[in-house]
């Protein structure tokens, strides 16, 4: 995720390490297109209600599908679109009220100080983290227990992505070598927290002090499960027999299981870890290729530098873990291994704080976002959708092999039953022909083209499955503008944010640059601000696709282009091709959510295309269906055309700005309460944009948010935190209606 601020480390995104030959479209575009200037949309007027504040009468709206047999009452979109702005502070349409939940630094446990929001705090092992992503909600009965249906009382499984170091320490972050202090506090930070809420009338608070409130950070130990358990791929200093590591970071987006536990996805953590220079002519030649294409290159004297220089604070094991050098005789005496302990989806039960955490490997190691369930079925094996957050990257599904049985829905023992659903399957990279069909190539030693591969000789399922990237490679799979979130939808059918691509261009390309094709067909040019131009997809696309038969384990599939992100007034025969108005138009979706209390699927923006006219966004959208549109054709005149599969255009009833954010954020991750009256989402990096050099001067701040809306201390001058948001319905129906 976040565009901006992590691309400096080749992070969220902006690596770039798929240098593969696959093909992108059956006819390839061999020109040149013409630098163009987009038009910008005007903003809209509808009424708006802001955090905390005013509560006006929601305005009336039309939808041109019913909803879905799970809803009951309420017009879907039946709320003034919210207008675009620059405003430090979060917009919600008239008859809303969007209030803070918890913060950055709030105590999870009793005893913890309140935060100081100085830089002074530390214990963030019992405090929230940073940087608030991906979300879940585990409903809690009365007594304690598991309840899918309460809305009163539950839990809140919480993403921390990554830090914001300016305003983590009194004045930010001390040059390498680190102090252990300041390495401490922002390794703490990370991970993910599970809080207890609690409504009262019709208020949601934290609750500090309870027993299920815990942190799982970057120190904490995490056992691997399924196919490469005991890999030699794995075996380090602190784990000789390869069953265990320390720590999950930059946990990005997050997925619920049928049985009631918390998926984290491990997005862009190559960049932790230190390589030194010279440390290429200590591996083979096949560890070479794995680290380079997964970020980790290093060629002659220039290192891999690591994000934070954590691997600088000392000689303790702690430290020294973030160096992934050759530095020993064997793997067992160092951590040459330890960064193959990141990039899985990672499993938590937060009904038990004292269960073991689960790296599932069996669903490959890649840049996660999210994963998505589709629907359980009884009866057939289920499957799990996830995409690899960096530009030309892949689409995969995992296809458990085990069936479905009701069940599992409530057995006690729910890291058991993820033992038995996600640690044995098959995965499968997708392929999008130009015809709108497609197939899921299935990645492992049994395929001989993955066995085969002459780029990299795979040693076993294991290796298959922690370098997916390669064996991705090697079957061909269709490169794509950055997949990140997924989402199942009631239908079904899956849905995928593709957020944007620097990489795409006409004519001539060279290195990890891509010509356009039916599943990534735009290449234009966006001018930001007076002169910033963006060349590629920089407005990013939303897919989605149907499994044939309705089968999880389905080997095809049909898909369609949902929605074109695009500028309102933006060319509409090249760019704007979902017919986007000011009161819809976005760019780079990316966190993607569907909630079936009203069948709405919200999508969430985390935009550098755009910012020079709005802050960050999240829309309410109504899905359709594969093929409710039909072949476009995108003319780039001398240049040749080339033909995707689109949408039905959008309308004010089926697309519509919800919310807007603060200055320098993302809005990111969210969850509802079973009756759909309450929508928490999260407010992730305000301000990120503040200079290093502004630190002790609050007038430089980009943001103060959510000081300056009353939350925590420092008032208008505050330090910006990341922050969950609890948005209710004035009148007490069900959000989006």
């Keep these: 995720m976040n565009d901006r601020v992590e691309s400096a480390f080749l992070g969220h995104g902006e690596e770039d390490s798929n240098t593969s030959s696959n093909p992108t479209f059956d006819s390839v575009v061999q020109a040149r297109l013409s630098r163009r200037s987009l038009l910008r949309g005007g903003v809209g007027t509808a009424a708006t209600a802001l955090l905390g504040g005013l509560s006006l009468a929601a305005c009336g709206g039309g939808d041109d599908e019913p909803a879905p047999a799970a809803a009951s009452t309420g017009t879907l979109l039946g709320f003034a679109a919210v207008a675009k702005s620059l405003d430090d502070r979060i917009t919600v349409p008239a008859g809303y009220t969007a209030s803070v939940l918890l913060a950055l630094g709030d105590p999870l446990a009793a005893g913890v100080s309140a935060f100081r929001n100085d830089g002074t705090d530390s214990g963030y092992d019992r405090r929230v983290g940073d940087d608030h992503d991906g979300m879940e909600y585990f409903g809690l009965s009365t007594t304690g227990s598991p309840d899918p249906a309460s809305s009163a009382r539950a839990l809140l499984g919480i993403n921390h992505e990554y830090i914001n170091q300016l305003f983590l320490h009194p004045n930010g972050p001390s040059p390498n070598p680190r102090p252990a202090g300041e390495t401490d506090i922002e390794v703490d930070a990370h991970g993910v927290s599970i809080v207890e ?24 130990e995490i056992q691997f499960s399924g196919p490469l358990r005991g890999h030699p791929l794995l075996i380090t200093k602190f784990s000789p027999d390869a069953t265990k590591t320390r720590g999950t970071v930059n946990n990005c987006g997050t997925g619920k299981t049928p049985w009631g536990t918390l998926l984290t996805g491990e997005e862009n953590w ?75 989806i990672t499993e938590i039960d937060p009904y038990d704080p004292a269960s073991v ?13 999210n994963a998505a369930f589709g629907k359980p079925v009884a009866g057939k094996p289920l499957a799990v959708y996830l995409g690899d957050d960096a530009r030309n990257e892949y689409i995969y599904k995992f296809v458990s092999t085990d069936n479905w049985v009701a069940a599992d829905a409530t057995a006690p023992n729910r890291m058991a039953t993820g033992d038995k659903y996600l640690d044995r399957g098959k995965l499968f990279a997708a392929k999008f022909n130009a015809d709108g069909t497609g197939q899921w190539i299935e990645l492992s030693m049994a395929n001989p083209t993955v066995a085969g591969f002459a780029g990299y000789a795979f040693a ?28 199942v939808a009631g239908s079904g059918e899956v849905y995928f944010t593709l957020t944007n691509n620097s990489n795409r261009r006409l004519g001539t390309v060279t290195g990890s640059q891509l010509n356009p094709d039916a599943a990534n067909p735009r290449v234009y040019t966006d001018i930001r601000g007076a002169s910033t131009v963006q060349s590629g997809n920089p407005n990013g696309h939303v897919i989605r696709l149907r499994e044939n038969g309705g089968e999880p384990a389905a080997t095809a599939f049909a898909w369609d282009i949902y929605l074109f992100g695009a500028e309102a007034g933006s060319p509409t025969n090249v760019i704007n091709l979902s017919g986007l108005t000011s009161d819809n138009d976005l760019s780079s979706p990316d966190g993607l959510v569907y909630t ?142």
């Design 197 to 220: 809420i609690a409504r009262s009338g019709s208020t949601y608070a934290y609750v500090q002090n309870s027993t299920f409130n815990r942190r799982i950070t970057a120190a904490t």
């Design 270 to 344: 190559t960049g932790y870890y230190f390589r030194a220079a010279g440390d290429q002519a200590l591996r083979t030649a096949k560890a070479n290729t794995a680290l380079a294409r997964y970020g980790r290159n290093v060629t002659g004297t220039a290192a891999a530098a690591s994000r934070y220089g954590w691997e600088t604070a000392g000689a303790a094991d702690k430290y020294a873990r973030w160096n992934t050098s050759v530095t020993g005789a064997t793997p067992a005496d160092d951590y040459r291994h330890e960064i193959n302990g990141q990039g899985y």
């Design 357 to 369: 955490v689960r790296k599932r490997t069996a669903l490959g190691r890649m840049a996660h976002e």
């Design 460 to 487: 076993d399922d294991g290796d298959v499955l922690m370098h997916a990237r390669l064996a991705a490679d090697a079957v061909g799979a269709t490169r794509m503008d950055r997949p990140e979130w997924c989402a």
């Design 596 to 737: 079936p209390s009203t069948g709405l699927l919200w999508v969430q923006t985390d935009d550098g295309a755009y910012t020079d006219v709005t802050n960050c966004m999240m829309l309410a959208a109504v899905p359709g269906t594969v093929g409710d549109g039909g072949p476009v054709t995108i003319d780039y005149g001398a240049s040749g055309t080339v033909t995707t599969r689109a949408g039905r255009k959008q309308t004010a009833t089926t697309l519509k700005r919800f919310l807007v954010g603060p200055v320098d954020q993302e809005i990111t991750g969210l969850a509802e309460t079973p009756d759909g009256k309450a929508l928490f989402l999260n407010v992730q990096h305000p301000g990120e944009e503040t200079p290093f050099s502004a630190i002790g001067d609050p007038s430089k701040y980009t943001s103060h948010w959510p000081g300056n809306a009353g939350y925590g201390p420092g008032g208008a001058n505050a330090r910006p935190r990341s922050a969950t948001v609890v948005v209710v319905k004035n009148d007490g129906g069900r959000v989006g209606t």
